[in-house]
């Protein structure tokens, strides 16, 4: 896993008021003000059908179903990320380093990765549901 220290600007930037305007307040305080939705809120822990999940700020896909799988923790849970989807920052809150995971295109907070996950990376990006939006792998 590497952390890298994040860009002072994304390619998609707005005012606070323009993410307002498009996110729910729950997305704006997860993705805008670094928040936490509560473990077990999700519907999206416990989806397991094929497709990709997007940045509910921007719609970047950032990871596919075939990396999902069931951490037991309440939060929807991935061993990898999409290629050049995310970025990693370090987070010192709570009396705790962990490593923050964001959208790489608008900066989004997504949630942490810890390296507890399952084999082939060992690693668990523990997302906040209201973060994605899942869209399912076309019929055909």
Request: hydrophobic letters at 30%; aromatic letters at 10%.
């Given at each position: 896993?590497?952390?890298t220290?994040?860009?002072?600007?994304f390619?998609?930037?707005?005012?606070p008021?323009?993410?307002?305007?498009?996110?729910?307040?729950?997305?704006y305080?997860?993705?805008?003000?670094?928040?936490?939705?509560?473990?077990?809120?999700s519907?999206?822990d416990?989806?397991?059908?094929p497709?990709?999940?997007?940045?509910?700020?921007?719609?970047?896909?950032?990871?596919?179903?075939?990396?999902?799988?069931?951490?037991?923790?309440?939060?929807p849970?991935f061993?990898?990320?999409?290629?050049n989807?995310?970025?990693?920052?370090?987070?010192?809150?709570?009396?705790?380093?962990?490593?923050?995971?964001?959208?790489?295109?608008?900066g989004?907070?997504?949630g942490?990765?810890?390296?507890?996950?399952?084999p082939?990376?060992?690693l668990?990006?523990?997302?906040?549901?209201?973060?994605l939006?899942?869209?399912?792998?076309?019929?055909?």
């Open positions: 896993m590497t952390t220290k994040t860009k002072s600007a390619e998609i930037a707005k005012t008021e323009e993410w307002r305007r498009i996110l729910t307040p729950e997305q305080h997860v993705l805008r003000e670094h928040g936490t939705e509560r473990a077990g809120t519907p999206l416990k989806n397991y059908k497709g990709t999940y997007v940045c509910a700020g921007c719609e970047l896909p950032l990871f596919s179903s075939e990396t999902k799988f069931n951490s037991g923790t309440g939060w849970s061993y990898q990320p999409l290629d989807a995310v970025g990693n920052t370090i987070d010192k809150s709570f009396f705790m380093t962990r490593t923050e995971v964001h959208c790489r295109r608008c989004g907070h997504l942490h990765v810890f390296e507890d996950g399952p082939p990376t060992g668990r990006y523990c997302m906040n549901g209201v973060a939006k899942f869209i399912p792998k076309a019929a055909g």
